[in-house]
T-cell receptor, first 113, second 115 residues
Framework: DAKTTQPNSMESNEEEPVHLPCNHSTISGTDYIHWYRQLPSQGPEYVIHGLTSNVNNRMASLAIAEDRKSSTLILHRATLRDAAVYYCILRDVFINSGYALNFGKGTSLLVTP | KAGVTQTPRYLIKTRGQQVTLSCSPISGHRSVSWYQQTPGQGLQFLFEYFSETQRNKGNFPGRFSGRQFSNSRSEMNVSTLELGDSALYLC??????????????FGDGTRLSIL
C-alpha cells in the first residue's frame, strides 16, 4: 500500500471545526482512504473511509482532492472527547485481500476548552 | 453487541518466558488481526487470520505466532520473550470477506511488560 504523510500534531479549540490533512501523492487508483483514531488508553476506532467522492457519517466528513493526492478529515465541532491520534491509511482491497493496515505515526489532536 | 475482548489486560513476564494472549472477536466476525504498539515503532501489523488460516503476515520474527479457532477466537503466542517485546498488543476483528472494506474493530489491548 502507498504511504501517507500527516502533521505530527494539531491543536483546536472546543466547539470549532477541525481539518486534519493527509498527503498521499503515490496513491493508486484502487487505494481506499481510511481514517482511524485512537483515544488515550484505548484501541483504535474506525472513523470513515472513501475512494473518490466526499463522504459523511455521524462522526466526521472526508474531503478527497480531485486528483486524490490528498484528503482532509473534518470534525465539524470538536469536543474534548475528540482529543486523540488520528491515522490516515491507504488500503488497496484488490491487491490486499485481507487486513494489514499500515498505521504510520498519525496526527495527535489536542482540543482545548 | 459486545465488542472485541482481549485477555488479560495486563501481564508481566521475564525474559526467556513465553506468553499467550487471547482475543474474542465480535460475534459473526471471521477476520482477526493482531498489532503491536510501542512508543518507538507505533502500531505495527503482526498477522491476520481468516477462517482459521493465516491470511497476512507482518515483518516479525518466528517467535511471534498465532492461531484461530473454529469459533473465530484467536490467540497469539510469543516465545523466548525479550525486553523489546514490551508493548501493547491489540486485536482487531472484521466482518470482512475477501477484498472487503468493512472496518476493523479493535479491542483495548493487552499490556505486556517484560522484566
Amino acid at each position: 500500500d502507498a504511504k501517507t504523510t500527516q502533521p505530527n500534531s494539531m491543536e483546536s479549540n472546543e466547539e470549532e471545526p477541525v481539518h486534519l490533512p493527509c498527503n498521499h501523492s503515490t496513491i493508486s487508483g484502487t487505494d481506499y482512504i481510511h481514517w482511524y483514531r485512537q483515544l488515550p488508553s484505548q484501541g483504535p476506532e474506525y472513523v470513515i473511509h472513501g475512494l473518490t467522492s466526499n463522504v459523511n457519517n455521524r462522526m466526521a466528513s472526508l474531503a478527497i482532492a480531485e486528483d486524490r493526492k490528498s484528503s482532509t478529515l473534518i470534525l465539524h465541532r470538536a469536543t474534548l472527547r475528540d482529543a486523540a491520534v488520528y491515522y490516515c491509511i491507504l488500503r488497496d482491497v484488490f491487491i490486499n485481500s485481507g487486513y494489514a493496515l499500515n498505521f504510520g505515526k498519525g496526527t495527535s489532536l489536542l482540543v482545548t476548552p | 453487541k459486545a465488542g472485541v475482548t482481549q485477555t488479560p489486560r495486563y501481564l508481566i513476564k521475564t525474559r526467556g518466558q513465553q506468553v499467550t494472549l487471547s482475543c474474542s472477536p465480535i460475534s459473526g466476525h471471521r477476520s482477526v488481526s493482531w498489532y503491536q504498539q510501542t512508543p518507538g515503532q507505533g502500531l505495527q501489523f503482526l498477522f491476520e487470520y481468516f477462517s482459521e488460516t493465516q491470511r497476512n503476515k507482518g515483518n516479525f520474527p518466528g517467535r511471534f505466532s498465532g492461531r484461530q479457532f473454529s469459533n473465530s477466537r484467536s490467540e497469539m503466542n510469543v516465545s523466548t520473550l525479550e525486553l523489546g517485546d514490551s508493548a501493547l498488543y491489540l486485536c482487531a476483528s472484521s466482518l470482512a470477506g475477501d477484498h472487503s472494506n468493512q472496518p476493523q474493530h479493535f479491542g483495548d489491548g493487552t499490556r505486556l511488560s517484560i522484566l
